[in-house]
């Protein structure tokens, strides 16, 4: 079964409530860039794909970087002066800043405050924190609450653990016919928040399942591991296959109701950003085209110039560009099943043209050959047989050398479907060989 045939079958329904379950599976655990909260996700995640889980110890040096210590928390909370949980780590563990040092001791509130964040114009939502390469511990909370608190002494506690450890990672090669590799990428340091990390992790969890099943050209490697640190340390362990590397993605933000945005790569041009600005603007749909930033999610890392592979990253509304993002209104409610499901169908739509993309040769250029006595020729007549004659001629016009079958797509407003086939058809005579795959 190909690409475009596990499409058609999608029972797109039923996939979007898979998809959005396993999100509300992962959404109470706390992970961070380190910790038992990616180890127990990646564990989970194991229940519907191969992965290898791999262990780098704290310290070891990734290019200009250092493996962190490893954090893990147990429980925190804000006393009142009568004993009451008044922040707690148990409703939410966005309450808590990510790799807060462990503290237990009562302050006045003025103390209190000085490590206490608040999103004052959205004053019901708790924000999302971080202190990953300075020492420090805080709290978030909803800014309504902070208003609440009354004067007096507060007790402090954070049982939280930040010593020598391991960076967690997570990686599923799918082997396909040969050692072509493409790379979908994702995120899993982020903790009770859905369209950024748990969106990307579904996706590609749900990708890798469906692949699995299909016999590939390319082999296909998944990575889940903790934005930038983990994006290094991988690449810093695996210089060698790097070189496999055909096309890449990076998966974020992949579930909220906005249209789809593709932020090309740093080559601009490569087969995957070619894919995207093709199936985006076939779909008819609204969408959005992004030349490279040197900015966002692990592309950074892909797209250094060291590497320079040609790895796009693919969302939906961009990060910062939802008022949601980075605090708790990125809930399982805020992610739908239906974008999850089109976010999918979309990878897909692009793999099939990973998959099929070639550049071929016309093996008799002078002059238009008979394509009635090969077969090819259909005197029925119709709009869908015109097209099908239409799409065998530009296979065979395009076909120098020169142009590979995606650019005859787009160039003929036919589409990569129709072209496809119409190779395959040509192929298949003495009409055309295959030349070579971009
Ligand atoms: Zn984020």
């Not at 978030?140 to 391991?166: F, M, P, R, W």
């Not at 407003?413 to 060989?433: K, N, Q």
Request: aromatic share 8%.
């Amino acid at each position: 079964m190909s690409c475009s045939e596990l499409l058609a079958g999608l029972e797109r329904e039923a996939l979007g409530g898979e998809m959005h379950a396993l999100i509300r599976e992962l959404y109470p655990l706390c992970r961070s860039i380190t910790g038992n909260g990616v180890r127990e996700t990646l564990r989970r995640l194991r229940d519907h794909i191969p992965l290898e889980v791999e262990e780098v110890p704290s310290g070891t040096e990734v290019y200009d970087w250092r493996v962190p210590q490893e954090w893990n928390i147990r429980d925190a909370w804000v006393k009142n002066g009568t004993g009451e949980r008044v922040i707690d780590f148990r409703e939410s563990n966005l309450h808590v800043v990510s790799y807060s040092v462990p503290i237990r001791r009562k302050m006045s509130l003025a103390e209190l405050r000085g490590n206490l964040h608040t999103l004052p114009e959205h004053p019901d939502r708790i924000p999302y924190r971080t202190s990953y390469y300075s020492e420090s511990w805080g709290f978030c909370l909803a800014h309504s609450k902070l208003e609440q608190l009354a004067e007096g002494e507060y007790e402090v506690c954070i049982d939280s653990t930040l010593e020598d450890g391991h960076l967690t990672y997570g990686e599923c090669l799918l082997r396909g016919a040969t050692r072509d590799e493409v790379l979908v990428s994702c995120h899993v340091c982020h903790p009770s928040l859905c369209n950024d990390n748990l969106s990307g992790i579904s996706v590609a969890v749900f990708l890798a399942k469906l692949l699995s099943s299909l016999s590939l050209r390319n082999s296909y490697r998944f990575l889940f591991l903790p934005a930038t640190i983990g994006s290094i340390t991988w690449l810093k362990r695996n210089e060698e296959l790097v070189t496999r590397i055909r096309h890449g993605l990076v998966l974020t933000c992949v579930g909220d109701a906005g249209a789809i945005t593709y932020k090309k790569s740093r080559v601009g041009w490569a087969l995957v950003d070619r894919a995207f600005v093709h199936v985006l603007a076939r779909s008819g749909r609204p969408h959005e085209i992004r030349e490279f930033t040197p900015f966002g999610y692990d592309e950074r890392q892909y797209c250094s110039p060291g590497f320079d592979l040609p790895v796009g990253c693919m969302m939906r509304t961009p990060f910062e560009e939802f008022p949601e993002y980075h605090s708790s209104a990125d809930n399982p409610d805020f992610v739908r099943p239906a974008s999850l499901v089109d976010s999918l169908a979309t990878c897909l739509e692009v793999f099939e043209i990973l998959e099929r993309n070639r550049v071929c040769r016309n093996l008799k250029p002078r002059c238009e050959p008979r394509l009635g006595k090969r077969g090819l020729y259909d005197s029925l007549g119709g709009d869908r047989v015109r097209d099908r004659q239409l799409a065998l001629l530009w296979v065979l016009n395009q076909s120098d050398g020169r142009h590979d079958l995606l650019e005859i797509a787009h160039r003929s407003g036919l589409g990569f479907p129709a072209i496809v086939d119409a190779a395959d058809a040509l192929l298949a005579t003495d009409l055309l060989a295959e030349e070579g795959w971009p």
